[in-house]
């Protein structure tokens, strides 16, 4: 089979802009179309994919980027976990840059704390073997796509008894959000471009109940533009033929199943938590997993409870970051948006992350497609 070059198929402009003229033609009224991962939005941003679609379609940026959604009293936790020399807290990624109440991982780092960042879950095994006599704490972030590492590890631990690891989780699920934005009736949404690598993960078949609830087609999509572009047109045809239905269009890792093995290695050690608050958005039943309580040794929220904060913490007032993952507000609205917050001086997560919604239009805003 030929070996599929991305640079040449899937980011052609060619085939971009021959799929727009399409789309131009076939869009006979107006949709919005919420794209849930933020990586998806990034790809719109980059590629100019909403300058070059006709008014009539209008992208929503949704709640799947899991720096963004992470209220401050969990990033408390984790600035609470450093202040005890003991302690050692690892995490992925942008997370330490992301404000608490008073200060972030990053800030807590330069003061000497014990903050490190994994490039992958399984170096925090090295980090305990070097600091038998430190408790090393994993601050478990990402969606369904990344559970099945932080399962993988919390297997690892049990099976070898390692005794200084522990486990704060901060795992997020998709459909429950998408569910509380579409109950609330603030933001008017027609349709969701669904996230892929979520969907490789738990298999397109969590998105049914959606379509079901909301009459809301789901089309799963790749991260490249052609895989949008080819996406929106697909949401168009199943406007014109009166379907609402849930397709692939990243069929080439998305089935209707998902990774079986993968979903079994995640029930055997973590399930649903009955709430779970959304930076911006609020709580939401069954939409975060936790340890199960016969696991309840390895969890650090168990563990070091008397240090950790309890308190609900809103965001800057002057942060929208909330009504963008909404899908009631974009980026250029916020009155800080590339003054006061910026990358190097975020006020709030979305400018954080990178796959926040407000990072990529400050990235990409201005550019065109070349």
């Known amino acids: ?6 640079l040449k198929d899937f980011r052609d402009p060619i085939r971009i802009k021959a799929l727009a003229e399409v789309i131009k033609k076939e ?3 107006p949709l919005n179309i919420m794209e849930i991962c933020g990586g998806h939005t990034h790809t719109i941003m980059k590629y100019g994919l909403n300058q070059i679609l006709p008014p009539q379609i209008n992208f929503v940026h949704g709640p799947g980027c899991p720096v963004c959604i992470m209220p401050k009293e969990r990033i408390d936790h984790a600035i609470a976990l450093v202040q005890d020399e003991k302690n050692i807290l690892a995490t992925l990624g942008d997370m330490i ?3 608490g109440s008073k200060s972030s991982l990053q800030k807590e780092r330069a003061k000497g704390k014990n903050v490190k960042m994994l490039y992958a879950p399984f170096d925090i095994l090295k980090i305990a073997k070097e600091n038998p006599d430190k408790n090393v704490i994993y601050f478990a972030i990402g969606f369904e796509t990344t559970t099945p590492m932080t399962a993988s590890l919390i297997q690892k631990v049990v099976n070898e008894n390692i005794e200084n ?3 704060h989780i901060n795992h997020v699920l998709v459909p429950p959000p998408v569910k509380a934005i579409m109950e609330s009736g603030e933001a008017k949404i027609d349709a969701f471009i669904g996230p892929a690598h979520v969907s490789v993960i ?3 078949k969590i998105y049914k109940q ?4 909301y ?9 490249e533009p052609v895989d949008i572009m080819e996406s929106v047109l697909w949401i168009i045809r199943q406007f014109k033929e009166n379907r609402r239905e849930v397709e692939i269009q990243y069929k080439r890792a998305v089935s209707w199943e998902g990774n079986i093995k993968a979903q079994e290695m995640i029930n055997r050690y973590l399930e649903p938590r009955e709430s779970f608050r959304w930076r911006g958005i609020g709580d939401i039943p069954y939409s975060a997993l936790k340890l199960k309580d016969e696991y309840s040794y390895l969890d650090a929220e168990k563990v070091f409870a008397d240090i950790l904060p309890d308190q609900p913490i809103d965001d800057h007032k002057l942060c929208i970051c909330g009504d963008i993952l909404k899908g009631i507000a974009k980026p250029y609205e916020c009155r800080v948006f590339g003054k006061a917050c910026t990358p190097q001086h975020p006020l709030g997560s979305c400018m954080v992350s990178s796959e926040g919604a407000c990072a990529a239009y400050y990235r990409y805003g201005k550019l065109e497609l070349v």
């Not at 089979?1 to 991305?6: P, R, W």
């Not at 009459?215 to 991260?223: C, L, M, Q, S």
């Open 1 to 6: 089979m030929k070996s599929l070059d991305y």
């Open 27 to 29: 869009a006979d009224r």
């Open 97 to 99: 840059r992301v404000p």
């Open 165 to 167: 690891i522990y486990f």
């Open 202 to 204: 738990t298999g397109a």
């Open 210 to 213: 959606i379509v079901n609830l």
């Open 215 to 223: 009459k809301t087609p789901v089309v799963i999509a790749g991260f």
